[in-house]
């Protein structure tokens, strides 16, 4: 096959690609990555860029990892996909023993999914088959608070932020759910009533209150304190009300805890892991569950859970996810994200004095500037460009979530080009 050049391969992008979040055909030409190593995305033209992203928060460990590359192939040579009704293999078992080893108690059940969208989606059901299989078909609404992001298939979207979310297109034929206020960032007595007050109004028909722990992610990257976590554990304990953590963005460190539910000291009824899993590779997501979950749903009439992505459990993904956790937990981790949250405090402590800026907040591996007006996101990605880093603006941010890999200077790096893109947008 003929080699394309990069114009004819751009050509082709534009004639038939259809790019996340865009038009068809796109208004922006995107930029041709030619390959990726350690922090650095090497574009086609000869340009390298700093990933800012972690390519969407999951490359925690670079790009072109040894490790990661070592066990694709290992496994690759083995075999890389097999059916998982009726089969299963070695690295899906232990995948799932390194899950439930290394999450809150008692989440002990694992059911492996495709994305973390997909993840979400198998939570919410077992959730209302649960409810269904007790005979009490009619908790079968979720509750979250607004501000929130849970994936862009149906149930996810359903607990997604209803008015300023990406899915606001959709109101009149989502499911109508429970939606609390927004939480605020500090612990405020009243807003913790609010909550307690929402879950005991609607008990009789909540299924599940589904909510991120600590941040919210690409509902508009803000921050609360892990004590409402607290509120909603104890609230759903007393009215009998599951409660659903989705830990796709959050989880394997990037807040500072292994997993934000840690920073609560609470555990979920079922929780949602993707993203990081493995190691930016390949698509993979899990969903767990307590024993109470996947017992009450094998005694209803429908005693299994209705649920079988072709791909589920794919050797390939599950064998990179058992060495991106290894390589994860194997390290200081925990010294490296402090490291980099110290790097994005100290650099981002400028753009406070840039023009239009709103607020600046760091948590763990994650710097946000949020702006007072809509970002110009092809200024802004202009901006961080010429900089010398990759950054993905969005509605009214310029974040960051870089690879733990990355060394002090990039992180310097990165915050120059949040601020440059910040007073470009």
Same mark, same amino acid.
């Given at each position: ?10 050509? $082709? ?57 070592? &066990? ?64 009490? %078909? ?72 589904? /909510?991120?722990? /600590? ?42 805890? $292994?997993?934000?539910?840690?920073? &609560? ?21 899990? &969903? ?27 050797? $390939? ?10 390589? $994860? ?24 004095? /840039?023009?239009? /800026? ?34 993905? %603006? ?32």
């Amino acid at each position: 096959m003929r080699e394309l050049t990069p114009g004819e391969l751009l050509d $082709l992008d534009r004639e038939h690609v259809w790019h996340p979040y865009g038009p068809m055909p796109g208004r922006i030409e995107p930029l041709l990555v030619e390959s990726a190593s350690g922090v650095r995305l090497r574009l086609a033209d000869g340009r390298e860029l700093v990933d800012g992203m972690s390519s969407w928060w999951s490359a925690i460990h670079g790009y072109n990892h040894p490790v990661l590359n070592d &066990a694709a192939r290992g496994q690759l040579d083995r075999m890389s996909h097999v059916m998982f009704g009726g089969l299963t293999h070695e690295p899906a078992v232990r995948l799932a023993a390194k899950l439930v080893e290394i999450t809150p108690e008692p989440l002990r059940h694992v059911f492996l999914a495709d994305s973390g969208s997909v993840s979400v989606e198998v939570a919410v059901k077992m959730c209302l088959q649960y409810w269904r299989s007790l005979g009490r %078909p009619g908790k079968q609404r979720l509750m979250t608070w607004r501000g929130g992001y849970h994936g862009d298939t149906w149930q996810p979207m359903s607990v997604c932020d209803p008015d300023g979310g990406m899915h606001d297109l959709w109101a009149g034929l989502l499911p109508r759910q429970v939606f609390a206020d927004a939480p605020p960032a500090a612990y405020e007595d009243t807003y913790a009533e609010h909550l307690r007050e929402t879950v005991a109004r609607h008990a009789d028909e909540l299924a599940a209150v589904v /909510v991120e722990p /600590v941040v919210q992610g690409a509902g508009g990257m803000t921050f609360h304190s892990p004590a409402y976590l607290r509120v909603l554990r104890e609230a759903c304990d007393e009215h009998d009300v599951f409660l659903v953590l989705d830990e796709i963005a959050t989880g394997f460190g990037r807040t500072g805890t $292994l997993f934000a539910a840690e920073q &609560a000291g609470i555990s979920p009824d079922v929780m949602c892991v993707g993203k990081a899993l493995t190691g930016g590779y390949l698509t993979m997501a899990a &969903a767990l569950c307590t024993e109470r979950v996947a017992e009450g749903i094998s005694r209803g009439d429908v005693p299994v859970l209705a649920h079988g992505p072709t791909f589920m459990g794919n050797p $390939l993904a599950a064998a990179v996810a058992c060495a991106s956790i290894d390589l $994860l937990l194997g390290q200081d981790w925990a010294q490296e994200v402090k490291r980099i949250e110290a790097g994005l405090r100290d650099g981002l402590a400028a753009a406070h004095d /840039v023009p239009g /800026v709103r607020d600046v907040r760091v948590l763990g591996a994650i710097g946000v500037v949020q702006l007072d007006h809509e970002v110009d996101m092809a200024a802004a990605t202009r901006a961080a460009v010429g900089a010398g880093v990759w950054l993905r %603006p969005f509605r009214d941010l310029v974040y960051s979530m870089p690879p733990y890999v990355t060394g002090d200077e990039d992180v310097a790096r990165i915050c120059a080009a949040v601020c440059a893109a910040a007073a470009a947008g």
